[in-house]
C-alpha cells in the first residue's frame, strides 16, 4: 500500500545549523515527490517537487531534497538554518486516486529553532 | 493573482448548530479537496470533487457534507453529527489530466471551534 513516513515528529535545531529532515515512501510506481511547509494557523505552502531528471532538486527559502530510488527516500536539507525556519513540514507522494486523495501526505515533522 | 480562498479564518460554533466553510478558487483547476488537521494526525481528507456536480467521500467523511455546483466553489458543511468538530479544515486544488502529478494548491485555513 502506498504510504509516507517521517520518522521525527518533533526536531529542535540551533539558528545556523545544518537540518535535514527525512521522509521515506512506499509507491507501486514511479513517485511524484512533494515537500510542503506550514505556518502555525496557516494554509500548505509548496517548497519543492520532484517529477523526473536530476535527483537533487531545489526549492524555495533555501531547501534542497534529495530522491534516492534505491532506498525510497526524499530527505529535505537546508545547509544554514534561519529562525524563520520554525514549522511543520510535510512530504507527500503521488498521484493517487484514492480515499486519501489526490497525495499521501506524512503526518509531519514539527521544526523548532533555538537562538 | 491565481489562489484559493477560505473563509472565515475563525469559526465559532455552539454545540448542535450546522456550520459551513466556504472554499472558492480561481486557478480553474478542475478538483477540489477538503482537508481536516489535528495536532499530531496530519491531513485526512474529507470529500473532494473532479469536477462540476460530482464528489466523492474521504477518509472521514461522516459528519460532513459538500457540494459543487460551481468550478470555482466547493462549500463544506459540518453538522450536527460530527462528533468531534473542533479542527482546523484546509481546502485544496488540484488539475487532473494526464499529466497529473497531484500538487495540490491548499487556501490558508479556517478554525473551527466548537463552544
Known amino acids: 500500500a502506498q504510504s509516507v513516513t517521517q520518522p521525527d515528529i518533533h526536531i529542535t535545531v540551533s539558528e545556523g545549523a545544518s537540518l535535514e529532515l527525512r521522509c521515506n515512501y512506499s509507491?507501486?510506481?514511479?513517485?511524484?515527490l512533494f515537500w510542503y511547509v506550514q505556518s502555525p494557523g496557516q494554509g500548505l505552502q509548496l517548497l519543492l517537487k520532484?517529477?523526473?531528471?536530476?535527483?537533487l532538486v531545489q526549492g524555495i527559502k533555501g531547501f534542497e531534497a534529495e530522491f534516492k530510488r534505491s532506498q525510497s527516500s526524499f530527505n529535505l536539507r537546508k545547509p544554514s538554518v534561519h529562525w524563520s525556519d520554525a514549522a511543520e513540514y510535510f512530504c507527500?507522494?503521488?498521484?493517487?486516486?484514492?480515499?486519501?486523495?489526490?497525495?499521501?501526505f506524512g503526518k509531519g515533522t514539527k521544526l523548532s529553532v533555538k537562538p | 493573482d491565481g489562489g484559493i480562498t477560505q473563509s472565515p479564518k475563525y469559526l465559532f460554533r455552539k454545540e448542535g448548530q450546522n456550520v459551513t466553510l466556504s472554499c472558492e478558487q480561481n486557478?480553474?483547476?478542475?478538483?477540489m479537496y477538503w482537508y481536516r488537521q489535528d495536532p499530531g494526525q496530519g491531513l485526512r481528507l474529507i470529500y473532494y470533487?473532479?469536477?462540476?456536480?460530482?464528489?466523492q467521500k474521504g477518509d472521514i467523511a461522516e459528519g460532513y457534507s459538500v457540494s459543487r455546483e460551481k468550478k470555482e466553489s466547493f462549500p463544506l458543511t459540518v453538522t450536527s453529527a460530527q462528533k468531534n468538530p473542533t479542527a482546523f479544515y484546509l481546502c485544496?486544488?488540484?488539475?487532473?489530466?494526464?499529466?497529473?502529478?497531484?500538487?495540490?494548491?491548499f487556501g490558508e485555513g479556517s478554525r473551527l471551534t466548537v463552544l
Open positions: 485544496a486544488s488540484s488539475q487532473p489530466g494526464h499529466q497529473n502529478t497531484g500538487e495540490l494548491f
Open positions: 509507491y507501486g510506481a514511479t513517485p511524484y
Open positions: 520532484y517529477f523526473s531528471g536530476d535527483t
Open positions: 507527500a507522494v503521488g498521484p493517487y486516486g484514492g480515499s486519501q486523495g489526490n497525495l499521501i
Open positions: 486557478l480553474n483547476h478542475d478538483a
Open positions: 470533487s473532479q469536477i462540476v456536480n460530482d464528489f
